[in-house]
């Protein structure tokens, strides 16, 4: 088994899916509005609270121009340069502390995603139990080297990567000192299509790579991560608002608090659906069985009368014999009267 603990809680497959709120950039800037994010996220029933540790200068270049412009029209962010989007929805990195402690008040596990060298010492620091990487940040080999070196668990979300990629992000972070590894199919658009989101990639993910899978799900409503659930993830995660009408970054995208409550109970509800392959009445169906049809007399026989289709049937309830012998029956003759309503037994014939 690939199962292991991140704090107090089991990630794999023996254990309910560990739900992720990932905050991004919803907090709109505003640390009270975090706060509420953390305390709504756990009402909701959220297992993990996920941050993004960057500022807009460890991610890229005060420029406005060319490549530094978000010029796809289809883009949530179109208009924007990288450097502003990313100082619009970073976390900053003094909020940190108290968020985790919020979290940690109400029960659930709080880690980040780093982006560089200086993310990762800073996290060190507040001692998280656990390090994901982003999609875009599945191919960055020496980020990943140094989150692994640090021994915790690590969740690498695959978006966008090949097979060739996805291998050589496990086999650095593998031999960089992670033992605890879980991918997430992801696909890295904002939102995403259910068409386009090829959840049976998750068994085959656990299979090449024999650790924990799960889904990174930016698609709308809860019914692909149920289904991933179905396929064997053992980790979800969602982006988190408390309404998609207060705007934000990633608002477009993410749950509000009622939605992440359904995802925590069906993704419950379908781990535990799943059970194991099982045949015939379970301890709980046995009181069911009665309700079987079954061979009753439904006209008074006398001794000795031959048994036909207009004196015996196959009705509910089935205390009587199976309605497998009815064929079997006709034409046999009963050692007694047997008034119309009784179950057919063996012992009453001849």
């Known amino acids: 088994m690939s199962s292991f603990q991140i704090g107090s809680r089991s990630v794999g497959r023996d254990s309910p899916p560990l739900v992720i709120a990932e905050v991004s950039g919803n907090h709109n800037q505003s640390l009270e509005r975090a706060l509420a994010i953390v305390e709504a996220a756990a009402q909701a029933g959220a297992h993990a609270l996920k941050l993004q540790t960057y500022t807009p200068d460890t991610m890229t270049l005060d420029l406005n121009v060319g490549e530094f412009q978000i010029s796809d029209p289809h883009s949530l962010w179109a208009g924007n340069s990288l450097y502003e989007l990313y100082r619009q929805a970073y976390t900053p990195w003094e909020w940190h502390q108290p968020i985790f402690e919020r979290a940690a008040e109400l029960g659930m596990l709080a880690f980040s995603t ?21 999609s875009f940040e599945n191919t960055d080999l020496p980020l990943i080297r140094k989150v692994a070196a640090t021994g915790k668990p690590m969740i690498i979300s695959t978006g966008m990567a090949s097979v060739a990629e996805i291998d050589e992000a496990v086999r650095a972070a593998r031999a960089a000192g992670c033992e605890h590894l879980v991918l997430l199919k992801c696909t ?66 993410s749950l509000e608090p009622q939605e992440l409550q359904l995802l ?64 079997q029956l006709l034409g046999m003759r009963l050692n007694k009267p047997v008034l119309r309503g009784t179950a057919l037994t063996w012992d009453m014939f001849k």
């Not at 991933?228 to 207060?246: N, Y």
């Not at 781990?271 to 007399?297: D, I, K």
Request: with cysteine; hydrophobic share 40%.
């Open 114 to 134: 780093p982006f560089d060298d200086s993310a990762v010492d800073f996290l060190e620091s507040l001692n998280v139990p656990a390090y994901k990487i982003a």
């Open 188 to 253: 890295s658009t904002y939102p995403a299509a259910a068409d386009n989101s090829n959840l049976r990639t998750i068994p085959h993910l656990r299979e090449l790579f024999d650790c924990e899978v799960g889904l990174s799900d930016h698609t709308m409503g809860v019914g692909a991560a149920v289904a991933a659930v179905a396929l064997g993830a053992s980790v979800i995660e969602k982006h988190f608002t408390l309404s998609r009408a207060d705007g934000g970054v990633d608002s477009t995208f």
């Open 264 to 327: 925590t109970l069906e993704t419950e509800r379908a781990w535990r659906a799943l059970g194991q392959v099982s045949y015939g009445a379970s301890a709980a169906e046995q009181g069911s069985r009665v309700f079987r049809r079954s061979l009753y007399v439904v006209q008074d026989i006398a001794e000795g009368e031959v048994l036909s289709t207009t004196n015996v049937r196959a009705i509910r309830p089935g205390y009587g014999l199976p309605t497998k012998f009815l064929e």
